[in-house]
């Protein structure tokens, strides 16, 4: 009963640790990540301001994962170089170190204070200033009293029979220690957290030194694990980043794995006492694997971009899901998607309208093409549909909304030009062609309709809305533009003496096609603009 006990107060305090952790990190990120992204693009000029620039920035947002996330996109917006992003994993791997060694102070005392503060900021202030800095004393106060549950959940276990002879056999074969630390770390997405698994089973008693050795050598190789699994469904930047990652972390365990079995003595040259020494390992193997690193990322890189080699089968929308943990990542990178299929659209559907209404382009063409945005619309719009459930920001939920706004108006584009085709392809069929003023007179209006998404997408791009509202404060003379078609139209057709209704019909119906375009184009201007 009293082992049954132990175990359930074994998990529950992990349980509040992972989850006091997890509350840390997302409220530091929710704090600063914004300000940190741009910093780093900054600050990051060669591979060791990038390994320094890792190591404070994870220390701070609590998660090497995050960082690899933030590398990984600064790397496909062309904003550090692979080698950078490589350096940034490295010092990440050092940042997190930090972590464990804080932790291994006895201060879980205080995880009262941390709470009740916390909770005070979360609960009766709850301002959106101060909601991260409520959150990230929560949860520094969940993890410390989660590591003192779990202290005193394994001194019982300890002092099994059954617990203690298991205990030695598996501490006789430290292979098997490392590959049970690889699959914990794994299933758990938290080095940190096996190590102070580790730490409190020597504090116990349970295990000694140099069989925690190998389970902070196992930790080190797990942490890789749920980034590899995550990287099949990312960019060919992320695949890179993530084997690069498992590479460089795998190689330095096996030859400091194979100096402590070869001269096992080693190990007790680490400085400190007790928990000490155990995160000092943990911090020295991390520095060693940056030293031994460091000068060979631009041949590591050539390596595994000749490994995994740029070129990819198109796909329709290339996101992660992986992103959906960082709302601000995953903003930008779907900000991203909408823009490309934004110029996907000017250049391939506004752009050859002319050659659409001189019958120069195959109906089914076009077809095709409204169904490739037809696709890309229902898996960005999906995407943005899961992102609004996570815990976004006011700011944050203001600019998921204004994607979504500009993805149902690039859609409805798409539909109407499917529109004109279609009323092209119906003349063709019947045999007959518009009157050639008329055909010029649209022609010559689809330049203005591109200039107009072209704004909003530089607009977008650049974060300058000037043109942007040059162009809505024209749009009272861009609204007389129907009735000028429909007068000339007309006009025409007197001074030819001229009339057959079902061209006529035709001709008003892709006026009013032509107008909905415009109208669809100025709605995404004013939705960059905030106007929705």
């Known amino acids: 009963m009293m082992i049954t006990q132990s175990l359930l107060s074994f998990i529950g305090g992990l349980g509040i640790f992972l989850y006091g952790m997890n509350r840390l990190s997302k409220g530091l990120q929710k704090a600063a990540i914004n300000k940190l992204r741009h910093q780093m693009g900054v600050l990051v000029k060669n591979r060791l301001q990038a390994l320094i620039v890792g190591l404070f920035f994870t220390f701070f947002l609590q998660s090497s994962t995050v960082m690899s996330i933030i590398a990984v996109g600064l790397v496909s917006h062309s904003i550090i170089t692979f080698v950078q992003a490589l350096g940034v994993i490295l010092g990440s791997a050092i940042g997190t170190t930090l972590t464990v060694q804080v932790l291994a102070f006895n201060i879980s005392q205080l995880s009262p204070v941390f709470i009740f503060l916390g909770v005070i900021f979360l ?24 590591i003192s549950y779990l202290s005193q959940a394994v001194s019982p276990l300890a002092n099994d029979p059954f617990i203690t002879e298991w205990m030695l056999r598996l501490t006789s074969q430290p292979i098997w220690l490392f590959l049970l630390s690889v699959g914990l770390t794994a299933a758990l997405h938290s080095s940190v957290a096996m190590i102070i698994i580790g730490i409190s089973f020597y504090s116990a008693g349970a295990m000694g030194y140099e069989e925690v050795i190998w389970l902070v050598l196992g ?21 890179r980043v993530a084997f690069a990652y498992l590479v460089m972390k795998l190689s330095i365990v096996v030859v400091v794995g194979m100096m402590l079995l070869i001269f096992p003595v080693i190990s007790i040259f680490i400085p400190g006492e007790a928990e000490r020494q155990i995160a000092n390992f943990h911090t020295a193997f991390n520095i060693f694997l940056a030293l031994c690193w460091l000068p060979f990322l631009a041949l590591l890189a050539k390596l595994m971009t000749r490994f995994l080699p740029p070129s990819e089968p198109r796909q329709v929308v290339h996101i992660s899901e992986q992103y959906l943990a960082i709302p601000d990542e995953a903003l930008i990178q779907t900000e991203k998607e909408v823009l490309k299929l934004s110029r996907y659209i000017q250049t391939e559907i506004i752009a050859p309208i002319p050659a659409i209404i001189d019958g120069n382009i195959d109906h089914h063409v076009i ?31 203001d600019q998921e909304v204004k994607l979504l706004y500009m993805l ?34 649209l022609k010559e209006f689809i330049p203005t309709i591109e200039d107009i998404l072209q704004h909003a997408i530089t607009a977008c791009e650049e974060k300058n809305n000037k043109q942007v509202r040059k162009v809505i ?60």
């Not at 609960?123 to 989660?146: C, H, M, N, Q, Y």
């Not at 003349?427 to 010029?440: I, M, S, T, Y």
């Open 408 to 441: 149902n108006d690039l859609e409805q584009i798409g539909d109407i030009v499917l529109q004109i085709s279609a009323n092209i392809e119906k003349l063709r069929n019947q045999h007959f062609e518009l009157v050639a003023e008329d055909a010029e007179r």
């Open 473 to 532: 404060r024209e749009q009272g003379a861009l609204s007389e533009k129907e009735r000028d078609f429909r007068f000339d139209h007309f006009n025409t057709l007197l001074q030819q003496n001229e009339y057959n209704p079902a061209i006529s019909a035709i001709y008003l119906d892709l006026v009013n096609q032509l107008m909905r375009l415009q109208h669809a184009s100025m709605n995404i201007s004013r939705t960059v603009l905030g106007i929705i």
């Open 123 to 146: 609960v009766f202030i709850s301002t959106d200033r101060v909601k991260p800095a409520g959150e990230v004393l929560l949860g520094l106060g969940l993890v410390l009293f989660g």
């Open 367 to 397: 077809v095709r093409k409204e169904e490739y945005i037809d696709q890309a619309y229902l898996i960005i719009q999906q995407y943005l549909l899961k992102l609004a459930q996570q815990d976004l920001s006011k700011e944050q939920s």
């Open 219 to 239: 930790a080190n190789v797990g942490s890789t694990v749920p980034v590899l699994i995550a990287s099949f469904s990312v960019s060919r930047e992320g695949k």
